[in-house]
Every structure is written in C-alpha cells, then in structure tokens.
C-alpha cells in the first residue's frame, strides 16, 4: 500500500500547515521569505504535496490488482521528485522559470497518470459502477482542470494579472479540482469502500445522487463567475447547479440515514465517528453556501471578503477533504488514530480547525474582538500542533493491500 509514499505525503501537508501558520503569524517578514512565495508553497504543496498523491496511491489501490499498481512504480517516484522541486522553487522565487517549469512537467505526469489509470480501469472487471462512475469523472474533471493553469500564459501576456480572464482560468482550475476531481475521488472511495449492491438498503438515493452530483459540476464552474458575470443566464447556472447539489445531498443524507449502522461504514470508535461527522457537516455547509451565494447581495460580499473566502476555501480542505483522508488511512489502518497521543491530536486539528473558521467567517460581524489576528494565530497554531502530533500515528501503521 506504499505506505512509506503515504508518510511523505502527510509530511507534506505537516509542512503546508507550518506554511499556513507563517502566513497568519507574518513569519515571512522575519525570514525574508517573500509573501507571495509562502502563498504559493502554502497552496501548491497542500494540493499536489498532500491531496493529489494519497489519492493516487489509495484509487490504484482500490480499484486496481496488485500487477497492475505496479506499473505506477515509476509515475510516483517521478510525482514526488517534482513535487520536491516545485517546493523550493516556489520558496526560492515564487512564481518564476523553474518553478513553471516544474509545475508543467508536473502537468504532463497528470496526463500520464489520467491515460493509464482509466485504460487499466478497462482491463478491471467486476466494479461495482457507482464508484467507477464516479471515479472516471474524477479523471475527466482533473484533465479538464489543467486548461487553467495551460491558458495563463497567454492571459498575462495579452491581459495581464489583474483581468477578469486571470481569474476566471484560475477560478476554473479550482472549481475543476476542488468539485470535480478532488471531491469524486473521494466519493468512489466511499462507495467503493462500501461495495454496494443493488440490494443495499437506499440504493436508489444513491443512484441520485450520483445523477444530480454529476450535473451540477459543470453549471457549478458558474458559481465562481458570480462576481465577474452580473448576467441572468451566469445566474441561472449558477442557481441550477446550486439547487442541484442541494438534491444531491438530501438523496445522501437519506441513504446516510437508512443505514444509520456505524458498522456499515467500517466506522468504529469515538475519533473516526468523530471524523466522519466533521466532514458530513462540513461537506453539508459547503453546499449551504453555495446556495446562499446565488444572492446577490450575499454574493457582493463573500467575493469582497478576503476572510471569508479563505475560510470557504479551508472548509472544503481541512473540513472535507484533509479528513476525510484521514478517516480513510485509519480505516485501514495505515494512520491509526486510537493512541492517547494520537486523540488528543485529532482534538487539536479539530478544534483548531473550528474555530479558525469562526474567527475568519464572521470577523465581519462585530463579535470578533480586536484581539482577532492574536487568537487566530493561537488557534492556527492548534491546529497545526493538532496535523504534527498525528505524524507519530504513521510509525504504527501497517501495509493494507485491497
């Protein structure tokens, strides 16, 4: 199971975390350490450090036989060679040759990665078709997502950084990622985890969900484009898709409920339950506002709240996805989280995870107190503290073959 690839995985998001915590504290101007440059390290390293290779190695595990993850030998040693560049180019000098130059070698490895994966899908029968639906979406929305970063080129050449175009291509990488990708990953995991049959109980909120999920991706881009496009057809879409992932979520939470039996999710003891509640309500919240934003009111304020969009931006990261990959990795015992250190861990990532997002969602609202900034670097720092002590949890994981 790699599980050596999976510690220095981790290790990234360790370092992505610290990264995050010199931004709050301003560390940058102490080290000479340009903003811009831990900015970037900050979210590079998070995304394709930490996300992007653990989901590799856990859907060629999962979906693939032993024979066949071994021919991603090499795609993986490459992977984490470059990501390895790409974090000190970016500490070094931001955005500049080499760390472009990593980053679109880093491009090519995706496609790579996307053509054999979904031709050794072919070659795997005897999936269940939920989470090969779901997991070959993931593959297509990742492809898709790499137009962003290929067209920024051209952008800053002909309109510069500050134009609309800029942020549309950037806005269209993350939508892809984080909604596409990222996101259906994580579901084919879930239900591949699951192996469900046509005589699970609920199996048709699934089959809806996975219908409505599907169609609210690519309307979905248009919820990003909220700010940029004041027009009634951008609003349409962006209404659509928002009340689409509403629908998506009840049929979830209705097959949830209906087999409501800890067990049935291999979920077992207070700190995974604890997980799996964390990233429900936090995958639940995501869409919540998403509705929300389809006001216009609403919509003029997040976009202009630089606090409120990092808070959103963590929410889906920390609060879904960063644990959701821990509940999975302990699941399999790769990072168990049942030792006293590794609990009050999992509390320190949690509660520090709570309240950064209470201090940056409603600054604005008066109750912050002046002494914000110096309670969200405390609170920063648990939460670092909180994804540092898990690191001990990996040296008792153990090699899980599916």
């Given at each position: 199971?790699?599980?050596?690839?999976?510690?220095?995985?981790?290790?990234?998001?360790?370092?992505?975390?610290?990264?995050?915590?010199?931004?709050?504290?301003?560390?940058?101007?102490?080290?000479?350490?340009?903003?811009?440059?831990?900015?970037?390290?900050?979210?590079?390293?998070?995304?394709?450090?930490?996300?992007?290779?653990?989901?590799?190695?856990?859907?060629?595990?999962?979906?693939?036989?032993?024979?066949?993850?071994?021919?991603?030998?090499?795609?993986?040693?490459?992977?984490?060679?470059?990501?390895?560049?790409?974090?000190?180019?970016?500490?070094?000098?931001?955005?500049?040759?080499?760390?472009?130059?990593?980053?679109?070698?880093?491009?090519?490895?995706?496609?790579?990665?996307?053509?054999?994966?979904?031709?050794?899908?072919?070659?795997?029968?005897?999936?269940?078709?939920?989470?090969?639906?779901?997991?070959?979406?993931?593959?297509?929305?990742?492809?898709?997502?790499?137009?962003?970063?290929?067209?920024?080129?051209?952008?800053?050449?002909?309109?510069?950084?500050?134009?609309?175009?800029?942020?549309?291509?950037?806005?269209?990488?993350?939508?892809?990622?984080y909604n596409g990708w990222i996101l259906f990953a994580l579901f084919a995991l879930f239900f591949r985890q699951l192996n469900i049959?046509?005589?699970?109980?609920?199996?048709?909120?699934?089959?809806?969900?996975?219908?409505?999920?599907?169609?609210?991706?690519?309307?979905?881009?248009?919820?990003?484009?909220?700010?940029?496009?004041?027009?009634?057809?951008?609003?349409?879409?962006?209404?659509?898709?928002?009340?689409?992932?509403?629908?998506?979520?009840?049929?979830?939470?209705?097959?949830?409920?209906?087999?409501?039996?800890?067990?049935?999710?291999?979920?077992?003891?207070?700190?995974?339950?604890?997980?799996?509640?964390?990233?429900?309500?936090?995958?639940?919240?995501?869409?919540?506002?998403?509705?929300?934003?389809?006001?216009?009111?609403?919509?003029?304020?997040?976009?202009?709240?630089?606090?409120?969009?990092?808070?959103?931006?963590?929410?889906?990261?920390?609060?879904?996805?960063?644990?959701?990959?821990?509940?999975?990795?302990?699941?399999?015992?790769?990072?168990?989280?049942?030792?006293?250190?590794?609990?009050?861990?999992?509390?320190?990532?949690?509660?520090?995870?709570?309240?950064?997002?209470?201090?940056?969602?409603?600054?604005?609202?008066?109750?912050?107190?002046?002494?914000?900034?110096?309670?969200?670097?405390?609170?920063?720092?648990?939460?670092?503290?909180?994804?540092?002590?898990?690191?001990?949890?990996?040296?008792?994981?153990?090699?899980?073959?599916?």
């Amino acid at each position: 199971m790699y599980l050596k690839w999976l510690r220095l995985n981790y290790f990234y998001l360790v370092i992505a975390a610290l990264l995050g915590l010199f931004m709050r504290a301003d560390v940058g101007a102490f080290i000479s350490i340009p903003y811009n440059n831990i900015l970037h390290t900050h979210s590079h390293i998070a995304f394709l450090g930490w996300v992007y290779p653990t989901l590799f190695i856990l859907l060629i595990n999962k979906f693939l036989t032993k024979e066949k993850r071994a021919l991603f030998k090499w795609q993986l040693i490459g992977t984490h060679v470059l990501i390895m560049a790409m974090l000190v180019a970016f500490i070094m000098q931001g955005y500049g040759f080499y760390s472009i130059l990593f980053s679109s070698l880093f491009q090519l490895f995706n496609y790579w990665f996307i053509f054999s994966f979904w031709r050794s899908l072919k070659k795997s029968p005897g999936i269940n078709p939920v989470p090969l639906i779901f997991v070959k979406i993931a593959l297509l929305s990742l492809f898709i997502s790499t137009i962003g970063p290929w067209t920024l080129g051209g952008i800053i050449a002909t309109s510069g950084s500050k134009s609309h175009f800029y942020n549309m291509a950037i806005y269209f990488y993350l939508h892809f990622q984080y909604n596409g990708w990222i996101l259906f990953a994580l579901f084919a995991l879930f239900f591949r985890q699951l192996n469900i049959q046509s005589s699970t109980k609920g199996i048709k909120h699934v089959l809806n969900f996975l219908t409505y999920i599907s169609f609210a991706l690519l309307p979905g881009y248009c919820l990003s484009l909220l700010n940029i496009f004041h027009t009634a057809w951008n609003f349409s879409l962006a209404a659509l898709s928002a009340i689409l992932q509403l629908t998506a979520l009840y049929n979830l939470m209705r097959f949830l409920w209906l087999n409501r039996d800890w067990h049935f999710f291999n979920i077992k003891g207070w700190p995974q339950k604890t997980l799996a509640l964390c990233v429900l309500l936090a995958f639940a919240l995501k869409i919540m506002l998403q509705l929300l934003s389809i006001i216009p009111a609403l919509t003029e304020f997040a976009f202009n709240n630089h606090n409120i969009i990092i808070a959103f931006l963590h929410l889906t990261m920390l609060g879904v996805i960063t644990a959701y990959l821990i509940l999975v990795l302990a699941q399999n015992n790769l990072l168990p989280i049942d030792s006293l250190l590794a609990k009050i861990a999992l509390l320190l990532f949690l509660s520090g995870f709570i309240v950064t997002e209470i201090l940056l969602g409603f600054q604005f609202t008066g109750f912050i107190m002046y002494t914000f900034r110096d309670v969200l670097i405390i609170f920063t720092t648990i939460l670092f503290a909180g994804i540092f002590l898990l690191m001990p949890a990996f040296l008792k994981g153990k090699n899980y073959e599916h």
